[in-house]
Nanobody
Framework: QAQLVESGGGLVQAGGSLRLSCAAS????????MGWFRQAPGKERELVAA???????LYADSVKGRFTISRDNAKNTVYLQMNSLKPEDTAVYYC????????????????WGQGTQVTVSS
């Protein structure tokens, strides 16, 4: 399993931007499918965006056109660029890794980071 450490969360006004980073340990980072999930208070954890080893991407409908996931295999890092943020984007954002195809099922992901808080004020 990979060790994942997120960074980049914070407080931002609606309409602003943040970039989350997730640094992964391990020599096989390039073979992982990487994902960003989020969990708001009282809600289930949901997949926000994911990227496969061949850079196929998937986005939740609620973030399409606003968020962009990318990866830098040389740095063992995956990013989530978040633009035009809305108060409903407020949540704890988690980085995750798995060695298969993209799935929305949280139980299918092998490794998780500790999470980073994103708060969007109106």
């Amino acid at each position: 399993q990979a060790q994942l450490v997120e960074s980049g969360g914070g407080l931002v006004q609606a309409g602003g931007s943040l970039r989350l980073s997730c640094a992964a340990s391990g020599r096989t980072f390039s073979s992982y499918t990487m994902g960003w999930f989020r969990q708001a208070p009282g809600k289930e954890r949901e997949l926000v965006a994911a990227i496969t080893k061949i850079r196929t991407t998937l986005y939740a409908d609620s973030v399409k056109g606003r968020f962009t996931i990318s990866r830098d295999n040389a740095k063992n890092t995956v990013y989530l660029q978040m633009n035009s943020l809305k108060p409903e984007d407020t949540a704890v954002y988690y980085c995750a890794a798995e060695d298969g195809l993209i799935t929305r099922m949280t139980t299918s992901w092998d490794s998780w980071g500790q999470g980073t808080q994103v708060t969007v004020s109106s």
